[in-house]
């Protein structure tokens, strides 16, 4: 099964709002990964936060990691039209090999 | 200059045909991956290869074969294709193997199969 999920699918917000998607993972990991998405491109990555960082920042994102929980989340502050994506987590599998994405959250900022 | 770039950026062809995706990095990184994703957005690792060897080869049918001919290329060539062959193959490329590396994408090829 797939190692991240993100919460919710899908997030509407009007401009100038802040959005939090979260990501849930299974196993214990290195480091987890967001990617962004913009329509009918690949993949950009945004983020990395190592399993002993709690908080990172970048720019008008934030990320927390709780290991405790298996769980991360991605806020974005002060939404612009231009975030308007899907957005991924990714975590290496148990044997640190493989990236596993998770299915995204697809985040639509409205003017 | 484009980092990771993948040709063609479309394809369309009938079913049984056979087809060729090609896919160049210019970051210098030695490794790289094909990566298949479906209408729901799930992103799901096929390939990877590391200095022209092959390190991941997830379960995907033998009719998919990729060739690396050097650490900078990595193509994909597919047999027989069927309908369910229709998504997105994005290549990506890593400073080293792991799936702990940041990952850089192509644009994606979009395969439709009729």
């Known amino acids: 099964s797939q190692q991240g999920e993100e919460d919710p699918q899908a997030l509407s917000i009007q401009e100038g709002e802040n959005a939090t998607m979260n990501c849930s993972y299974k196993t214990s990991i290195n480091n987890l990964q967001w990617y962004r998405q913009n329509s009918g491109r690949g993949l950009v990555h945004l983020i990395l936060i190592r399993s002993n960082e709690r908080e990172k920042h970048s720019g008008r994102l934030r990320v927390t990691l709780d290991t405790s929980k298996k769980s991360s989340s991605l806020l974005i502050t002060a939404s612009r039209a231009a975030d308007t994506a899907s957005y991924f987590c990714?975590?290496?599998?148990?044997?640190?090999?493989?990236?596993?994405f998770g299915a995204g959250t697809r985040l639509f900022v409205k003017a | 200059d484009t980092a990771v770039s993948q040709t063609p950026k479309y394809l369309v062809t009938q079913m049984g045909n056979d087809k060729s995706i090609k896919c160049e990095q210019n970051l210098g990184h030695d490794t790289m991956y094909w990566y298949k994703q479906d209408s729901k957005k799930f992103l799901k690792i096929m390939f990877s290869?590391?200095?022209?060897?092959?390190?991941i080869n997830e379960t995907v049918p033998n009719r998919f074969s990729p060739k690396s001919p050097d650490k900078a290329h990595l193509n994909l060539h597919i047999n027989s294709l069927e309908l369910g062959d229709s998504a997105v193959y994005f290549c990506?490329?890593?400073?080293?193997?792991?799936?702990?590396?940041?990952?850089?994408f192509g644009p994606g090829t979009r395969l439709l199969v009729l």
């Open positions: 290869y590391n200095n022209k060897e092959l390190i």
């Open positions: 990506a490329s890593s400073p080293l193997a792991g799936g702990r590396e940041t990952q850089y």
């Open positions: 990714a975590t290496a599998d148990t044997g640190g090999f493989k990236t596993i």
